[in-house]
């Protein structure tokens, strides 16, 4: 039985778990889920997930939310087919992996996640962007940057010099922040900028941001 990915292109959590699923070559069947029309709100969908909050994962009887425990389940589940995102043969470079995963999640995506907001998701709710909101968090995310750029100096991938599941985590919002005047924290920082053209460039979330657009942007 193929896995089912419920979600919405544009959701950076669903793009997360999408670009995952790729980089393993699994079969999964896509079920869309509209959240303006408050799917994600109504009793089917709150039977997979309480919180209504997409992305959810149906691998035969088990259902999966929360995009970062959908891509560790994939990550080890698969880890025989397609990439190795976890460095499964290697206890200490796994130890890695997991200590920027969770970089990303703590420090990384709390800055981020509400500068793309202000400037993709406010507008479709009728708001104006906040651009207070945006310069204290472009302010917090170029600390983190700083880190990261000295990081990234001494390895070409944030847990080595291998690709991972910490750099994965964070395709979809810099993806977004890329269209965006915020760009600059990246395109500043010559390491950083070398590091996002690339892990941005792989096939799988090739594929994944082709269908990461917000009204035709």
Not at 42 to 52: E, H, T, V, Y
Not at 89 to 104: F, G, S, T, Y
Not at 192 to 211: C, H, L, M, T, Y
Request: hydrophobic letters at 40%; glycine letters at 6%; proline letters at 6%.
């Amino acid at each position: 039985m193929a896995l089912k990915l419920y979600g919405t292109s544009v959701s950076a959590s669903t793009s997360r778990a999408m670009t995952c699923l790729y980089e393993k070559g699994v079969e999964f069947e896509f079920v869309s889920v509209n959240l303006f029309a408050g799917e994600h709100k109504q009793p089917p969908f709150l039977a997979k997930n309480p919180f209504g909050q997409i992305p959810v994962l149906e691998d035969g009887d088990l259902t999966l939310f929360e995009s970062r425990a959908i891509t560790a389940y994939v990550a080890e589940k698969f880890k025989e087919t397609g990439y190795d995102l976890m460095r499964h043969n290697n206890v200490e470079e796994a130890a890695l992996v997991k200590v920027w995963v969770e970089v990303e999640g703590q420090r990384y995506n709390p800055a981020i996640a509400p500068i793309v907001y202000q400037f993709f998701v406010a507008p479709l709710q009728g708001k104006s962007p906040v651009q207070t909101i945006i310069d204290e968090n472009s302010e917090k995310l170029a600390k983190v940057l700083d880190i990261y750029e000295a990081k990234l100096s001494t390895s070409k991938y944030l847990a080595g010099d291998f690709y991972s599941l910490a750099d994965l985590h964070h395709l979809p919002y810099t993806f977004y922040l890329m269209e965006t005047p915020v760009a600059s924290v990246i395109n500043e920082r010559p390491h950083v900028k070398a590091w996002w053209e690339d892990i941005s460039s792989r096939p799988a979330f090739q594929k994944v941001a082709a269908g990461m657009t917000f009204g035709g942007k």
